[in-house]
């Protein structure tokens, strides 16, 4: 018999989304473009071809052998859609949740009202979970993981370190890319929150973008101050409005 995921933390049992239920399990460029299509939404965001994001893939793992660890900041935590043996919570110790990636094309802002998203960046630390993804599994499971986190250009593969129950090892987990436009890591607080607080697209607004994480990351018991504030502060700017 398999041994259960949530033997670490059974309490997260019913708070991670089964993988056979995820949408992201089938998440596709031609998906999301019938969607921007169907509610009339330009298509300027450049995804990657196929070829692009699986040469990306290949690259990232290159030299990997085993199970592979997974270090998830956001959406991934409550929604993995991955089919892991394992899951535990984790802190990568030289890296940060900030909300520094400037939507402009539909998702949640546009070039008018751009909209924020989080991304991982330096910083001193970020609390999330590691899903452990075993070796037999790794190339069906990164496939999926890769179609979602690299549909398109803004972030970085990248084995980083992280911590979970006092033991540390690098994970695979998606960094922010300052070299693209999207990524702006010297965006200013108040820049923050006006986005935030206008944002809008076919995914939803910024702002509930910002309470979804806030909300998750707290049932989770997955502490973030720096949000926590961020997110009084875009509430109040949108009373002010």
Same mark, same amino acid.
């Given at each position: 018999?398999?041994?259960?995921?949530?033997?670490?933390?059974?309490?997260l049992?019913?708070?991670?989304k089964?993988?056979?239920t995820s949408f992201?399990r089938?998440?596709s460029?031609?998906?999301?473009?019938?969607?921007?299509?169907a509610r009339g939404?330009?298509?300027?965001f450049p995804?990657?071809s196929?070829?692009?994001?699986?040469?990306?893939?290949?690259e990232?793992?290159?030299?990997?052998?085993?199970?592979?660890?997974v270090?998830?900041?956001g959406?991934l935590?409550?929604?993995?859609?991955?089919?892991?043996?394992?899951?535990?919570?984790?802190r990568?110790?030289?890296h940060?949740?900030?909300?520094?990636?400037?939507?402009?094309?539909?998702?949640?802002?546009?070039?008018?009202?751009?909209?924020?998203?989080?991304?991982?960046?330096d910083g001193?630390?970020?609390d999330?979970?590691v899903?452990r993804i075993?070796?037999a599994?790794?190339?069906a499971?990164?496939?999926?993981?890769f179609?979602?986190?690299?549909?398109?250009?803004g972030?970085?593969p990248?084995?980083?370190?992280v911590?979970?129950?006092?033991? *540390?090892?690098p994970a695979?987990t998606?960094l922010? @890319?300052h070299?693209?436009?999207m990524? +702006?890591?010297? /965006?200013? !607080? $108040?820049?923050?929150?006006r986005?935030?607080?206008?944002g809008?697209?076919?995914?939803?607004t910024?702002?509930?973008?910002?309470?979804?994480?806030v909300?998750?990351?707290? *049932?989770?018991?997955?502490?973030?101050?720096d949000? @926590?504030?961020?997110?009084?502060?875009? +509430?109040a700017? /949108?009373? !002010? $409005?």
């Open positions: 018999m398999r041994p259960d995921p949530f033997r670490h933390h059974p309490n049992r019913e708070k991670v089964p993988f056979e992201f089938t998440i460029t031609a998906k999301v473009c019938e969607t921007m299509t939404i330009p298509i300027t995804f990657h196929d070829e692009t994001r699986e040469a990306i893939r290949a990232a793992l290159a030299g990997h052998e085993g199970d592979l660890l270090f998830a900041y959406s935590i409550w929604d993995p859609a991955l089919d892991f043996a394992e899951v535990r919570r984790a990568a110790p030289h940060a949740r900030r909300f520094i990636l400037v939507d402009r094309y539909g998702g949640r802002g546009t070039e008018a009202a751009p909209g924020l998203m989080a991304a991982l960046d001193d630390g970020c999330g979970l899903f075993e070796a599994k790794v190339e499971e990164t496939e999926i993981l179609r979602r986190e690299m549909i398109g250009p972030y970085l990248r084995f980083v370190p911590i979970a129950d006092g033991q *540390e090892g695979l998606f922010a @890319d070299d693209d436009p990524m +702006e890591p010297g /965006i200013t !607080r $108040a820049e923050q929150i986005y935030l607080a206008t809008e697209g076919f995914l939803g910024s702002a509930d973008y910002l309470r979804n994480v909300s998750h990351l707290h *049932e989770m018991a997955i502490p973030d101050p949000l @926590d504030a961020l997110l009084a502060e875009a +509430e700017e /949108i009373a !002010r $409005a």
